[in-house]
């Protein structure tokens, strides 16, 4: 389950490259010093093919993320959703996982970054259930991590970068050393954060509860659409600091991400949350992100785009510009 299943092709900066030809030099910045902007973004079978969910937004928070960095990027993000199609088409994928990367490449000798060119990869790949078979359906068990989350205004929490990954390696390998599946990381003030790669949720009297932006988090897309999901279905929304025990006296807690979509927790520090089963706010939250990302709904904020779509509109545009000249 977190193991890479290779597929033919990556695009690299502007181009189609066979996946064992994506390799960078040992002395690439990004691998000195953590320099690399990356998107995890989920590609859905439908009954209209592959849709990826929320490619726009993955995209704009990569070149936000970028941005932070200093990093200018050679692409706009409408190049990028056309390339990040055109790549699911190539590999002739119905669903998967895809995992754009801005890198800072080879040139630079310290930290000071100017030296290294920015490359773009957009590398895809097939990938289940990220916590494991029935996480989904039964929930897992977690624990509240040793490690802190990053502290405000030391390394920004919002921008989605390789070195931050360094924490949530450490929140996460806790967490399989002691036999969970997942760790609940706080921030220095002691408050909840996130898990090592989703944010948190709780429910307790009917109101869903998660932890604001508060610099020690990254602000999921995931996140985002549980929060337009629970306003449209008229659950009571609270973004709010919350202290750890909340998730012992929690009727029901949940993580969301787009590798985790939305996994419940059926227990904390061996502490069963509720009933030890996933719960009704949670599966029903389920339940329509399930069927927006599969296309079973309506989708009024357009965060699907549907890959034979956007390709056969690339086409018939290529096919007119060339027309045209
Ligand atoms: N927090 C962290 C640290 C993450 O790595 C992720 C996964 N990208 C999330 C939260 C959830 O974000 P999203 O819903 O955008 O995948």
Known sequence: MYKLTETNWIWRDGEFIRWS???????????????????????????????????????????????????????????????????????????????????????????????????????????????????????VDACVASWNRVAPNTIPAMAKIAGNYLGGQLIKMEALAKGFAEAIALGTDGMLSEGSGQNLFLVRKGALHTPP???????????????????????????????????????????????????????????TVGAGKPGPVTKELQRLFMATVRGETEDPHGWLTYVRAERADARSLGGRASANR
């Open 213 to 271: 932006i508060d610099g020690t988090l990254l602000p999921g897309i995931t996140r985002e659409t549980v929060l337009s999901l629970a306003s449209d279905a008229g659950i009571p929304i609270r973004e709010e600091p919350l202290p750890r025990e909340m998730l012992y006296v929690a009727d029901e807690v949940f993580l969301s991400g787009t590798a985790s979509e939305i996994t419940p927790i059926r227990s904390v520090d061996k502490i």
């Open 21 to 139: 030809d994506a390799q960078i030099h040992v002395l690439s910045h990004s691998v000195q010093f953590g320099s690399s902007v990356f998107e995890g973004i989920r590609c859905y079978s439908t009954a209209r093919g592959p849709a990826i969910f929320r490619l726009q937004d993955h995209l704009q928070r990569m070149t936000d993320s970028a941005k932070i960095y200093r990093m200018e990027l050679a692409y706009s993000v409408d190049e990028l959703v056309a390339a990040c199609c055109e790549l699911v088409e190539r590999n002739e994928l119905d669903s998967c996982y895809l995992r754009p990367m801005v890198i800072r490449g080879y040139g630079a000798a310290s930290m000071v970054p100017f030296a290294s060119p920015i490359h773009v990869y957009l590398p895809c790949w097939p990938w289940g259930t990220y916590l494991g078979e029935g996480a989904l359906e039964n929930g």
